[in-house]
């Protein structure tokens, strides 16, 4: 490599194949990692950008399960939808691999192998989960439960999806097994650990203070969160039957947790595309000079910032990421996406509805990233910054200069004559923005970079404005010459710089443009890519022939968008109609079973939120029997002044529990209603006093 050029190593989160790619995913992950990627080849970068499917873990078998086929089956189908979705939607991978792939294997099992021999792992016999209905051990995305931390009652056993907490299944309260909904009892068995507490101070010099600087707040807010509260050694492999077998002896019917097995696909997938192109993989991997780069979303920043450096600096070999810049999550219409409720804009699907409008999505997608919050996408805006953007802006004037070239000059770039002020002022301003827009990406904050690509092109349309040359050409044919040219150059320079964001139009603009060959080249840029627009006097040269216009893009109309909002309301329909469902009548309990529990009248006389959470409601209660405090997970259905004087119904003898350092002692029978609302349980009726037994 020359003095100029950097290796990077970009990394994009593993997609799970039990399901498509949505645009969750795409704003969160894929649509900002391919714009670094690209931007940085054409600066002339050594770059392997890599991925892939990753295929192990509990849900996946949960899935192949409920569809009465193996996880193979499973994991087969979505890794071919979810491989053509990411190539028709122009996300230029060097490789898209698979954690099934028999060089994943080796890879991971030679990683722990080395970790295990190297003495990394504690060996410990713990007690775990068991379902006595299904004989077997439960793998942590097998239980659910009530987060001990947010109170989310839909917790899983590895983490809480509400609140983002890293979880054992042994933390969760009422935990319940998911294959056959029986409370688990505990069992021993002998698994692997990683001690990440061994890892607090290295962790805390490294990201916290080493990190403090460049890394995302919200990213640094999280990893210093988790590493405040304190690390626990973490199991690093299963009692399961569908993954990597542990390569030690003794430990048949164990495989690899999913979460160790999975960051290592990075390394594998590097190690296929060398191999297939004829490089050494281990640069990208082993030389400090490489500069190692994680997109994912929010849920997946313990994994990145705090498990996967500690197995990297623990196995000894490998380089440490040098950014992680996590995006928070991209709502749809105002709600959560979810994929088990098709509360979601599937890529493949938007591929066929929208053909040719790649662009029109990745835009939206940027112009709205989550980058420091949560934000929201609706088909009105999209259409909205479609029409009113991409059309209107970038589009128009485009349109205008190619049109207005081959009306006056029969395509020829014009030669231009004394160039007065404003066209001296404009072309400064044109070379000026490829270090603007490079500044963003180089932060990070590729909503600002394409914001910045849009200015370029209002400059372009109000450059044309003020000129006028459709009244200029009677009066002043030289004058308008240089016009043309100048505004050719405007329009070279989108073409070039739009690449990251829009890399569809550009090569369409490209070709429009006729640049040559070597120009047009997508897979392998000269360093002069990015910055020629700077470097050279003209990026069109005067007698250069252009290519006929046609139109960059089209119009959403009222219509195609009613389409997606009335297939959303048959979703939301339909996810109405399931939760109306009355759920199946529960394993019989004894009568004895049933007296065992305290049932009593309590009216609330105190309310408040716990601070720092979002779910969770202290409440104080009179049973009648005492004045008790009970945590329950309310605070976003009710508002604390709304609930004091009601009437409630409390499990008065259930074992007291500590939620975020409160103990509560007892539970507020709950329901929810068809709108996902909880709903209290209530005895009001006049006369029913606090303490009142519930038979």
Known sequence: MSDSTQRYTITAALPYTNGPIHIGHLAGVYVPADIYARFLRMQGHDVAFVCGSDEHGVPITIKAKKEGVSPQDIVDKYHAVIKKSFKDFGVSFDNYSRTSAEVHHDTASAFFKK????????????????????????????????????????????????????????????????????????????????????????????????????????????????????????????????????????????????????????????????????????????????????FIGKDNIVFHCIIFPVMLKAHGDFILPQNVPANEFLNLEGKKLSTSKNWAVWLHEYLEDFPGQQDVLRYVLTANAPEAKDNDFTWKDFQARNNNELVAIFGNFINRVVVLTNKYYGGIVPKPQKLSEIDEQTIAELKAYPAVIASSIEKYRFREAQAELMNLARLGNKYLADEEPWKLIKTDAGRVQTVMYVA?????????????????????????????????????????????????????????????????????????????????????????????????????????????????????????????????MVIKVDTGLDQRTVVSGIAEHYKAEDIIGKKVTVLANLAPRKLRGVESQGMILMTENAQGKLVFVNPDEDGVEPGTTIN
């Open 115 to 294: 970790m295990y021999e190297d003495g990394k792992f504690i060996e410990e016999t713990t007690q775990q989960l068991y379902d006595e209905e299904a004989k077997q051990f439960l793998a942590d995305r097998f239980v659910t439960g009530t987060c001990p931390k947010c109170g989310n009652e839909e917790a899983y056993g590895d983490q809480c999806e509400s609140c983002g907490t890293s979880l054992n299944a042994t933390d969760l309260i009422n935990p319940k097994s998911t294959f056959s909904g029986a409370t688990p009892t505990l069992r021993k068995t002998r698994h692997w650990f990683l001690p990440l507490d061994q890892y607090e101070d290295w962790l805390k010099e490294w990201i916290l203070v080493g990190h403090k600087a460049d890394w995302k707040s919200n990213v640094y807010g999280q990893v210093k969160s988790w590493i405040d509260d304190g690390l626990r050694a973490r199991a690093v492999t299963r009692d399961l039957d569908w993954g990597i077998p542990v390569p030690v002896e003794g430990a048949d019917g164990k495989v690899l947790y999913v979460w160790f097995d999975a960051p290592i696909g990075y390394i594998s997938s590097t190690k296929e595309w060398a191999e297939r192109e004829g490089k050494d993989w281990e640069p990208y991997w082993k030389d400090e000079n490489t500069k190692l780069i994680h």
């Open 488 to 616: 050719l150059q405007i329009a070279s320079a989108l073409a070039t710089l739009s690449e990251p964001f829009l890399p569809f139009t550009s090569v369409k603009l490209k070709g429009m443009l006729k640049f040559s060959a070597e120009e047009n080249r997508l897979e392998s840029y000269e360093k002069s890519q990015w910055d020629k627009i700077t470097t050279r006097e003209a990026l069109l040269p005067a007698g250069h022939q252009i290519g006929k216009g046609e139109l960059l893009f089209s119009k959403i109309e009222d219509e195609q968008i009613e389409k997606q909002l009335e297939k959303l309301e048959t979703t939301k329909t339909a996810n109405a109609a399931e939760a109306n469902k009355v759920e199946p009548q529960k394993e019989t309990a004894s009568f004895e079973e049933f007296t065992k529990m305290d049932l009593r009248v309590g009216t609330i006389i105190e309310a408040h939120k716990m601070p720092k959470t979002k779910k969770l």
